[in-house]
């Protein structure tokens, strides 16, 4: 049966507006000065060319209406997700009968894209998934992806699939326009499908961490689905079918990122790290990690958890500094019905219950409260709490591990902190240390780099970093460690002016705090000759250098650089090549997207 993929209306005017993003100006920052205002702001931007209509609409329904939690909150990858049972009406259950039948050749398809298909009931709730898994088990996409799962607006944000309830039309929504972080890595997208009286039925999502490689792939695959469905399922049952039809989309299979890379780099010393965590895990010991600010230390939290024997079970994250005085018993322990006014007629789980058979991360346990600590440290003792308002005390079983990065017992001493709680929390210490001490800095580095790439470089359009600039981020001393580097690469290929990022491109705080640290005693012309413990250049490098200077001089022009340098043009031509070098004097390509 020949079918039409051309969009339909509504989808194509939604089409239309991510094709605007091919431009490098709208692609690459547009989306990041507006979150990052709102953020800031607490309001969405009025400029018109910083994020789509459909996106600082939706922005607003979830600053006003929905009152979401604002911000970059990494915790969001512990949040339950509402998941309840799922009731569905005789159209519903017709539909998801025809994803099912169209299981296997529609799954290879959406895996080799980068795809998960998401079938979701009229009230947001997760019917049945396909494709592409996304994420780690127990990761808050793989939470997302479990029946029952709750995508409505009022809870995760703007995405494709609750906006598409919400509006009642295609919408798709990618990276930094979703409200919520946790989405960020992703493009979703929602398909709403109608009964003739214009009654909703149910949601077809899709989901991707691939931006812009499925970008059409997204709404054809949905437009497919809209055409099976207006059709009455003839596809269905017909195997070969279907893959005629699935021929006719054209996508391109999704980059994988090599195994290596997948996770971030690990030492042998942090492997050991790893593995005594693991171990104090089995006997149920404390662990107190600590380290500077932005070393990683929730990062280690999880990656104790993956390799340890809670790793099946949730990890719940506390920030100590963050808990209002008068929230905290409600929060870490819960509340019955009634007990306040404003709580919630079911009454509410804390952090110790949700934690139950798995692990309760303290961050930032130095800056608690010291009226707050006494508090912490009964249920410590016991494992045993009882919900504000309730009359009865509730046992857990919860792994604790504590992180700071003050000193604990300087604060002991000051009469800042517990000493029993200290004790109590130390059961065994995990130093994590800075990143500029670390034996695989560089491979850290080369890890952030291909990542943060990968997220936005695309075949069309590929972004390439030239040597100068890895160099200088592996001789930086990152006083910030993993976070600042994170935020300095994302800085450099987000506000960059061109595909080809060189160190015009990186941020001005960051060169001054190279000369600061004086790790570069040079001006920035000579920023490509910095080198490793390596204070004379050798021969080589005197030539590269020499090469690129008389390129620069002569603006490309290779007649005249010859000339200057005293070689032929072939000669010319022929070290160029060797040391990877274009006619502006600059890298070919160093680094670049996977």
């Known amino acids: 049966m020949p079918i039409d993929l051309n969009i339909p209306p509504q989808a194509a005017l939604t089409q239309d507006s991510f094709l605007l993003r091919q431009t490098i100006d709208y692609r690459i920052y547009r989306p990041m000065q507006a979150w990052q205002w709102m953020t800031q702001t607490r309001s969405v931007p009025d400029q018109y060319d910083w994020a789509r209509p459909e996106v600082t609409e939706s922005w607003q329904r979830c600053l006003e209406e929905y009152r979401l939690p604002l911000g970059n909150y990494s915790n969001w990858d512990y949040y339950p997700i509402i998941s309840q049972p799922v009731q569905m009406d005789n159209p519903s259950q017709k539909i998801e009968t025809l994803i099912k039948q169209l299981n296997h050749n529609f799954h290879v398809f959406l895996k080799e894209a980068g795809v998960m298909l998401m079938l979701t009931a009229a009230d947001g709730k997760l019917l049945y998934t396909l494709g592409e898994q996304l994420q780690q088990p127990g990761s808050f996409m793989s939470r997302a992806s479990e029946r029952g799962a709750n995508w409505l607006e009022s809870v995760l944000g703007n995405n494709g699939i609750g906006t598409a309830i919400e509006l009642k039309k295609p919408v798709v929504f990618q990276g930094m326009e979703h409200f919520l972080s946790v989405l960020h890595p992703f493009t979703t997208a929602g398909y709403p499908l109608l009964d003739e009286s214009g009654h909703l039925l149910v949601v077809i999502g899709l989901v991707s961490s691939q931006h812009q490689e499925s970008m059409n792939s997204l709404f054809a695959f949905l437009h497919l689905i809209c055409v099976l469905v207006n059709t009455d399922f003839p596809l269905a049952k017909n195997a070969l079918a279907q893959q005629r039809v699935l021929e006719k989309i054209p996508f391109r299979p999704a980059p994988k990122t090599p195994a290596e890379f997948r996770d971030a780099a690990v030492s042998p010393t942090l492997e050991e790290l790893?593995?005594?965590?693991?171990?104090?895990?089995?006997?149920?010991?404390?662990?107190?990690?600590?380290?500077?600010?932005?070393?990683?230390?929730?990062?280690?939290?999880?990656?104790?958890?993956?390799?340890?024997?809670?790793?099946?079970?949730?990890?719940?994250?506390?920030?100590?500094?963050?808990?209002?005085?008068?929230?905290?018993?409600?929060?870490?322990?819960?509340?019955?019905?009634?007990?306040?006014?404003?709580?919630?007629?079911?009454?509410?789980?804390?952090?110790?219950?949700?934690?139950?058979?798995?692990?309760?991360?303290?961050?930032?346990?130095?800056?608690?409260?010291?009226?707050?600590?006494?508090?912490?440290?009964?249920?410590?003792?016991?494992?045993?709490?009882?919900?504000?308002?309730?009359?009865?005390?509730?046992?857990?079983?919860?792994?604790?591990?504590?992180?700071?990065?003050?000193?604990?017992?300087?604060?002991?001493?000051?009469?800042?902190?517990?000493?029993?709680?200290?004790?109590?929390?130390?059961?065994?210490?995990?130093?994590?240390?800075?990143?500029?001490?670390?034996?695989?800095?560089?491979?850290?580095?080369?890890?952030?780099?291909?990542?943060?790439?990968?997220?936005?470089?695309?075949?069309?359009?590929?972004?390439?970093?030239?040597?100068?600039?890895?160099?200088?981020?592996?001789?930086?001393?990152?006083?910030?460690?993993?976070?600042?580097?994170?935020?300095?690469?994302?800085?450099?290929?987000?506000?960059?002016?061109?595909?080809?990022?060189?160190?015009?491109?990186?941020?001005?705080?960051?060169?001054?705090?190279?000369?600061?640290?004086?790790?570069?005693?040079?001006?920035?012309?000579?920023?490509?000759?910095?080198?490793?413990?390596?204070?004379?250049?050798?021969?080589?490098?005197?030539?590269?250098?020499?090469?690129?200077?008389?390129?620069?001089?002569?603006?490309?022009?290779?007649?005249?650089?010859?000339?200057?340098?005293?070689?032929?043009?072939?000669?010319?031509?022929?070290?160029?090549?060797?040391?990877?070098?274009?006619?502006?004097?600059?890298?070919?390509?160093?680094?670049?997207?996977?």
């Open 274 to 594: 790893v593995k005594k965590a693991v171990k104090l895990q089995q006997y149920k010991i404390p662990i107190l990690i600590t380290g500077e600010s932005g070393v990683g230390k929730d990062h280690f939290v999880n990656l104790i958890k993956k390799a340890g024997p809670r790793n099946n079970a949730p990890l719940i994250a506390i920030n100590c500094a963050s808990i209002p005085h008068d929230l905290i018993e409600s929060e870490l322990f819960g509340y019955e019905s009634g007990s306040f006014t404003g709580a919630k007629s079911t009454g509410k789980p804390g952090k110790f219950m949700l934690a139950d058979t798995g692990i309760l991360f303290l961050d930032e346990i130095g800056d608690m409260s010291f009226d707050l600590q006494s508090t912490l440290l009964r249920v410590l003792e016991t494992s045993e709490f009882t919900p504000v308002g309730g009359n009865k005390p509730i046992q857990v079983d919860v792994q604790v591990v504590a992180a700071t990065n003050v000193q604990l017992l300087e604060a002991v001493e000051a009469g800042r902190f517990r000493r029993d709680l200290y004790y109590r929390l130390n059961g065994a210490q995990i130093h994590l240390p800075p990143l500029r001490d670390r034996d695989d800095k560089k491979a850290i580095i080369h890890h952030i780099l291909r990542r943060e790439l990968n997220a936005i470089s695309t075949e069309e359009a590929p972004i390439e970093i030239c040597r100068e600039v890895v160099g200088l981020f592996e001789h930086h001393p990152w006083p910030g460690n993993i976070r600042q580097l994170i935020n300095v690469i994302r800085a450099t290929l987000y506000t960059a002016g061109s595909p080809f990022i060189s160190t015009q491109d990186l941020p001005i705080d960051f060169i001054a705090e190279l000369k600061q640290q004086k790790c570069l005693e040079m001006t920035r012309s000579e920023l490509p000759d910095l080198q490793d413990n390596f204070p004379v250049m050798s021969l080589s490098d005197w030539e590269l250098h020499g090469i690129k200077t008389a390129l620069k001089d002569c603006d490309g022009n290779i007649s005249l650089a010859a000339k200057k340098l005293g070689i032929t043009r072939t000669t010319l031509y022929k070290k160029m090549e060797r040391f990877g070098l274009n006619k502006t004097g600059n890298d070919r390509l160093l680094y670049a997207a996977m």
